[in-house]
């Protein structure tokens, strides 16, 4: 909470993604869908969605691992340490 870089969109973002994680009982590789983020965050367009998509990855707070396969979802990295400073 006391980053300055993080707005409302990254939080919305960050509680969609552990959201997914405690459904799949996950708590550091959680298994992700573009859509599935964006109605957790209530984001509504693409550039919104990818642009504090990509500043978590920036931050530090989360690893990205794209899955490229249409049988396979996309897996984020909780980085803990990052946000056990902030939260």
Same mark, same amino acid.
């Given at each position: 909470?006391?980053? /300055?870089?993080?707005?409302?969109?990254?939080?919305?973002?960050?509680?969609?993604?552990?959201?997914?994680?405690?459904?799949?009982?996950?708590?550091?590789?959680?298994?992700?869908?573009? =859509?599935?983020?964006?109605?957790? @965050?209530?984001?509504?367009?693409? /550039?919104? *969605?990818?642009? *504090?998509?990509?500043?978590?990855?920036?931050?530090?707070?989360?690893? *990205? @691992?794209? =899955?490229?396969?249409?049988?396979?979802? =996309?897996?984020?990295?909780?980085?803990?340490?990052?946000? =056990?400073?902030?939260?």
């Amino acid at each position: 909470m006391d980053d /300055p870089k993080l707005s409302v969109w990254h939080l919305a973002l960050l509680a969609a993604i552990l959201s997914l994680g405690c459904r799949q009982g996950e708590r550091k590789r959680i298994k992700v869908s573009r =859509s599935k983020l964006m109605q957790l @965050s209530h984001i509504n367009t693409l /550039p919104t *969605y990818h642009k *504090y998509f990509k500043q978590l990855q920036e931050l530090g707070y989360i690893k *990205y @691992s794209p =899955s490229y396969h249409p049988g396979y979802k =996309s897996e984020v990295e909780i980085n803990e340490n990052r946000l =056990s400073q902030e939260f």
